[in-house]
C-alpha cells in the first residue's frame, strides 16, 4: 500500500482516533450517545430505531435502485426473473440481522470480509455500526475492537504505515512510555516468563564459561540482564567476565530518550555493586543492517545471541529477495554461539492472506486483552495507555499494511523450528530449574495463565491459548 496522508492522535481520556483522508471517521471512546453496558446483548444495535430504519432505507436504495418504494421485498423474491433482486434481498436481511444481534465478533469479521470482496458499500455500513460499539475502556472485545477497527479504517484509506509511525513517534513523554513497557510487562506474566526462560539458557550453557559474551539483537531498555548478571555474581567459584553487545532500535531509543549509553551506564553500574567484571558494546544500528564486523566479536569468548520478541520484525523471504530472518540466523550461526534463545509470540500473521490474517490477529490479541483484563480495571487510565502505546499499533499494522510496510510478521513455533534446523542448528532443552521455578511463580497469578513444558520448549498462555513460546538453540 502507498501512504496517504493520515495523522494518528489521542484523545485526553485516552481514545485514538485516525484521520485519514478517507470518508471512514472514528471515534473509539465512548459519545454521550453510547450508553449501553455491553455490545454483546445486542442492545447497542437496535437502540436508535430511526438510525437503523435510516440504514435499512439505504441498503434498499443501494440493492433495490431508487424505485425501491415501488417494490415489496416479498413480492420481489417471488416473482419471476428477479433471481438478482432475490439475492440481494437476502443479503440485505442477513445484514439486518447481524446487526440486530449486535455480535461485535462477528461485525469485525463481516468488515473485514467486505473490504476484502472489495464490497465498500458494505463495509462502510457495518463500520458505521461497529464505531457505536467500540470503546477503549469497555468490554476486552470492545477495547480490542477499537484497534481492528482502527486497522480497518486505514487499510480503506491505504494509510497504515503513516498510523503505524504516528502510534509510535507520538507516543507520550519518553519516562510515561517506559512506564507503560514496564506494566505490560509485569502484569502479562508471560512477557516477563519467557525472557526468564531465556535466561536460564544463558545462565545453564555458560555456567563453566570465564568470558561470556552476550549479543541482544533489541537490547531495549536492558533490563533482561538484571536478573541474568545478580545471577551470574552468585556463581560458585566466582562470576565470568560479561560483555554484551546490545543493538538498537528507534522504539526503544525513545523510550530512553537517549542512545545506548543510557543501557550500557545502568548494566554498567549493577555490575559494578555484584563485582561482575563488565563491558558494554554498543550497536546502534537497525537489526537488517547488522553485519558481522557491527558485533564486535573477540577470540576466547564464549557466545550467546539472544532473540527476544524481535525476530517477527525481520522481513522474509516472502516480503522480497533481502531474506533478513534467515540471514541473521545464518550471521549467527558463523559465531559458533554456546546457544541461542528464541521467544515470540505464538501467531501466524507473517504470510497469512489479509482475511485470515485479520481472524488470527483477533484471536490472538482477544487473549492478551483478556488476561490484562483480570489485573487493572477497565477504566484505569494506565491500562488504556498500556494497551494504546504497547499493543494497537502492532494490531494497526498487521490489520491495515502489506508488503515491506507491515513489520508485525509473527510465525508459529514449527516456522521457526525449521528455519533454526535449516540454519544448521539443534534444540537445546531450557533449564529444568529455571522452568520449575516459573511454574512456581505463576502460582501467584490467576489460575487462567498456563505453563507447559514440551520437547524442552516453553508454552506459555492464558486458558487454552498458547501467546508466548521460548526455546533454545546451539551449533
Not at 151 to 160: C, D, E, F, Q, Y
Request: include cysteine; aromatic fraction near 8%; charged fraction near 20%.
Amino acid at each position: 500500500m502507498q501512504n496517504s496522508s493520515s495523522t494518528a492522535s489521542f484523545s485526553p481520556n485516552g481514545s485514538s482516533v485516525s484521520q485519514p483522508n478517507h470518508s471512514y471517521p472514528l471515534d473509539l471512546h465512548h459519545s454521550p450517545g453510547n450508553t449501553c453496558d455491553s455490545p454483546v446483548s445486542g442492545s447497542c444495535a437496535t437502540d436508535n430505531e430511526n438510525d437503523l430504519r435510516h440504514m435499512i432505507r439505504q441498503l434498499e436504495t443501494a440493492m433495490l435502485g431508487t424505485e425501491s418504494d415501488n417494490f415489496d421485498i416479498h413480492d420481489i423474491n417471488s416473482s419471476d426473473g428477479a433471481t438478482g433482486f432475490s439475492i440481494e434481498g437476502e443479503r440485505w436481511k442477513y445484514m439486518m440481522e447481524m446487526i440486530a444481534r449486535g455480535d461485535l465478533k462477528e461485525l469485525l469479521c463481516a468488515s473485514a470480509k467486505a473490504i476484502e470482496n472489495n464490497d465498500m458499500y458494505t463495509a462502510d455500513c457495518l463500520m458505521t455500526q461497529l464505531r457505536k460499539m467500540v470503546s477503549v475502556s469497555g468490554e476486552p472485545i470492545q477495547r480490542l475492537g477499537a484497534y481492528m477497527l482502527e486497522g480497518l479504517v486505514a487499510r480503506l484509506a491505504s494509510s497504515g504505515s503513516s498510523i503505524y509511525k504516528a502510534l509510535r513517534c507520538k507516543e507520550p513523554a519518553s519516562a510515561e512510555l517506559l512506564s507503560y513497557m514496564h506494566i505490560l510487562y509485569e502484569i502479562c506474566p508471560y512477557f516477563k516468563f519467557g525472557y526468564m526462560s531465556a535466561n536460564g539458557a544463558i545462565a545453564e550453557a555458560m555456567k563453566e564459561e570465564s568470558r561470556v559474551h552476550i549479543i541482544d539483537f533489541q537490547i531495549a531498555q536492558g533490563s533482561q540482564w538484571l536478573t541474568l548478571i545478580h545471577a551470574l555474581a552468585a556463581r560458585p567459584g566466582g562470576p565470568p567476565s560479561i560483555r554484551i553487545t546490545g543493538i538498537d532500535d528507534s522504539t526503544s531509543a525513545y523510550a530512553r530518550a537517549g542512545g545506548l549509553e543510557i543501557v550500557g551506564q545502568g548494566l554498567r553500574k549493577l555490575a559494578e555493586s555484584c563485582k561482575v567484571p563488565f563491558e558494554f558494546h554498543a550497536a546502534a544500528i537497525s537489526a537488517t543492517e547488522v553485519q558481522l564486523e557491527n558485533l564486535g566479536i573477540q577470540p576466547g569468548e564464549a557466545i550467546a545471541v539472544n532473540f527476544a520478541l524481535m525476530l517477527h520484525h525481520m522481513p522474509d523471504e516472502s516480503v522480497g529477495t533481502q531474506n533478513h530472518r534467515d540471514r541473521l540466523l545464518r550471521l549467527v550461526k558463523s559465531l559458533s554461539p554456546k546457544v541461542v534463545t528464541l521467544v515470540e509470540q505464538e501467531a501466524n500473521t507473517n504470510t497469512a492472506p489479509f482475511f485470515p490474517r485479520f481472524l488470527e490477529t483477533m484471536n490472538h490479541y482477544m487473549t492478551i486483552f483478556e488476561s490484562i483484563d483480570v489485573s487493572l480495571p477497565r477504566d484505569h487510565k494506565e491500562r488504556i495507555n498500556v494497551e494504546q502505546h504497547c499493543l494497537a499499533r502492532e494490531i494497526v499494522n498487521i490489520v491495515a499494511c502489506e508488503g515491506p510496510e507491515r513489520v508485525e510478521r509473527h510465525e508459529l513455533l514449527g516456522k521457526w523450528r525449521s528455519r533454526f534446523i535449516m540454519a544448521g542448528f539443534t534444540p537445546c532443552p531450557l533449564s529444568s530449574f529455571v522452568n520449575t521455578t516459573i511454574k512456581t511463580l505463576l502460582q501467584s497469578y490467576c489460575n487462567k495463565y498456563t505453563l507447559e513444558e514440551r520437547d524442552g520448549v516453553l508454552y506459555l498462555g492464558w486458558m487454552n491459548r498458547v501467546i508466548i513460546t521460548s526455546c533454545a538453540w546451539r551449533c
